[in-house]
């Protein structure tokens, strides 16, 4: 039998919103990197934010982009919107990131009459509060709806297995990074600029700490940890990467804790490399589960060591003591000690560069890209030809 090309697999992505993210983060990434003579792509938000919408390249999206314009918790217009693209774009695989697009793609997918394979991506580990674990209870028989479960990591899954949560298909797939795009290519000139900007000598000890300003971040614990070290005798300074609700009480504690000149905070940016460059060592003081840290990984694909609390993948991301150290979330006197041992310049840098190397191992945007493309393939049962690597009839 004669051999031909089939047309692209078409593959509906549906986001919460287009607004600044980890998860978001990662479908962008995806978009950026699967390749578009395989999949026609095309993206919808159901919430109408676009901070992320100019970091996709151009070409990526071949089928459509679009908000759905939600303006409540069940929006009927949008479900019909999402439902009639389905038909008119004939999906085969729609993947909706956590579990409020996933309401909405599998309503779609009943209204549309068609039957495209229907994938979660899940990125939440432990429930918080009351509110999530009711709505856990209601999106369950979901899950068991879905072609296929995606995990980002291997303690999530095993977290969700051990709660009885039983997809038809499970898979882990880890977050990953551009390992180019996050290579450390700033010039020291740059990095000494940046740091002078901040009030930061070049031999000064610099952690950072990259995250949005939110109370489960725990910025208020490295301030803790900072002030212990600098009542030790430790020189060293701190810089805040990004913004938040909680800036401007955490710019209230800097200064009531007498750290003003010490710590400094950048604000939002576009492009959060220079920061990173500027630091000698990155933490993640979280008290919520992060379960697997994309802003860890674009800052160990940097070659910096990573500090972080012991929840959700962490433990997958770094090895203790080989290219960071993990510690007991709250524990301010335990993130002091892993502080001090960073401040040796030569042993920073021994773990920044293990760091790059497990990411670039495990961890790279090519790995996580193959994975999916796998995985789309063996839903749709679609045979490749393994010389062309092309889709056949």
């Known amino acids: 039998m004669m051999m031909e090309e089939v047309a692209p697999i078409r593959v509906l992505f549906i986001l919460v919103s287009a607004g600044v993210g980890g ?20 993206l919808a938000y159901l919430k109408d934010e676009r901070d992320l919408l100019s970091r996709i390249e151009p070409g990526r999206v071949g089928g459509s982009l679009f908000c759905c314009g939600v303006k409540n918790r069940i929006d009927i217009r949008a479900v019909v919107k999402l439902a009639k693209f389905i038909q008119t774009e004939g999906v085969d695989i729609i993947v909706c990131t956590n579990k409020y697009p996933l309401l909405y793609g599998w309503l779609a997918r009943a209204l549309s009459g068609c039957s495209p394979r ?21 999106y369950r028989p979901l899950f068991r709806l879905c072609d296929a479960l995606v995990y980002v990591c291997e303690n999530q899954r095993n977290y969700w297995r051990s709660r009885s949560v039983i997809p038809r298909k499970e898979v882990v797939i880890h977050n990953g990074v551009d390992v180019a795009y996050f290579a450390n290519s700033v010039p020291q000139s740059a990095v000494a600029e940046f740091r002078s900007a901040y009030g930061f000598g070049q031999d000064d000890y610099v952690v950072g700490l990259c995250a949005y300003m939110r109370p489960e971040k725990a910025h208020i614990d490295l301030l803790a940890a900072i002030s212990l070290l600098r009542e030790a005798g430790v020189e060293v300074k701190c810089l805040f990467i990004g913004d938040g609700p909680e800036r401007r009480s955490l710019e209230a504690a800097i200064s009531r804790m007498g750290l003003v000149g010490t710590v400094a905070v950048t604000g939002l940016m576009s492009d959060v490399r220079p920061a990173i460059a500027a630091c000698d060592a990155l933490v993640i003081a979280s008290h919520c589960i992060e379960t697997f840290s994309i802003s860890a990984l674009e800052s160990m694909a940097m070659g910096k060591p990573m500090i972080m609390t012991d929840v959700g993948g962490a433990s997958e991301q770094i090895v203790h003591g080989e290219n960071g150290y993990l510690y007991v979330k709250g524990d301010v006197t335990a993130l002091r000690d892993r502080l001090l041992l960073l401040a040796d310049r030569a042993q920073s840098e021994k773990l920044g560069a293990n760091a790059r190397r497990r990411v670039s191992t495990y961890f790279s945007v090519g790995t996580m890209t193959a994975a999916y493309e796998r995985l789309f393939i063996e839903l749709l049962k679609v045979p490749v030809n393994v010389k062309s690597g092309k889709y056949e009839a």
């Open 23 to 42: 998860a978001e983060t990662q479908v962008i990434s995806l978009i950026n990197n699967l390749d578009p003579g395989r999949l026609r792509l095309s």
């Open 118 to 138: 229907l994938i979660e991506v899940f990125h939440s580990t432990a429930l918080s509060t009351l509110k999530e674990k009711i709505q856990m209870r209601l």
